[in-house]
């Protein structure tokens, strides 16, 4: 399985939603999923935050590019590459100030990408081209946001990564949320996080159980081609 990874902490050895991920990760191991890993810490690897030159270039049609807007989208092709060859797509991120961190929304204008990530189709709508993957969502949460809390309404960062992803394909993405951490005491954040691992555990389970299918149906077919 292929998955690309993105984290977008700014945070590192204490970053909660790292280390959530890479709890993960090791779960679909222990399921024995052959993994391979397109690693993005958009942290580090911040994709330029969106440009005039960019938004003229993105919407000029591919065989009328000049070289320069050619220059200006080649990170952004890149990106979208990576997004299009996984197989599945972890994002690991905090809730700053009720929504994603900068960093990552950077990273959605740059793989929202006509005629990439998404086309039009003859009756003038637009086809997202992320369908076929799996999608986790891991976030953090310094307070706690569910259904019945007095912020459960400031929750801007679920609807958000819904829409953009729902935009591109992604129909329904799985989210775990670990949540109250920052602004709550130790016992409710030791619960939070068991939650959470509880959550990826049963994610872990019903991916690698996919995999598997999708592996046998490959076997199957290559077989009948013999």
Same mark, same amino acid.
């Given at each position: ?21 890479r709890y ?23 994709p330029p ?5 960019? @938004? ?14 050619? @220059? ?83 929750d801007a ?15 329904? #993405?799985?989210?775990?949320? @670990? ?6 005491? #130790? ?40």
């Amino acid at each position: 399985m292929k998955i690309m990874h993105v984290d977008a902490s700014a945070k590192r050895e204490r970053s909660n939603s790292r280390a959530l991920s890479r709890y993960f990760l090791e779960r679909l191991r222990e399921q024995h999923v052959d993994l391979d890993i397109d690693y993005l810490d958009v942290t580090v690897d911040t994709p330029p935050h969106v440009t005039e030159a960019f @938004a003229i270039a993105t919407y000029t049609p591919a065989d009328q590019r000049t070289d320069a807007m050619k @220059a200006t989208l080649a990170s952004s092709d890149a990106l979208c590459e990576r997004l299009l060859a996984a197989d599945a797509l972890v994002f690991a991120m905090p809730m700053y100030n009720w929504s994603m961190p900068s960093a990552f929304k950077a990273f959605i204008d740059s793989v929202t990408r006509t005629n990439l990530t998404y086309v039009f189709t003859d009756d003038g709508h637009t086809a997202g081209q992320l369908g076929r993957q799996k999608v986790l969502f891991i976030t953090s949460r310094g307070a706690d946001l569910r259904a019945g809390s007095p912020y459960a309404a400031m929750d801007a960062l679920t609807p958000a990564l819904k829409a953009a992803f729902g935009f591109l394909g992604v129909a329904d #993405p799985t989210f775990v949320d @670990a949540q109250p951490l920052q602004f709550a005491d #130790p016992e409710a954040r030791t619960e939070a996080l068991e939650r959470a691992h509880a959550e990826l555990d049963a994610v872990a389970v019903e991916w690698a159980k996919s995999s598997s299918s999708v592996e046998t149906n490959d076997e199957v077919m290559t077989a009948c081609q013999e």
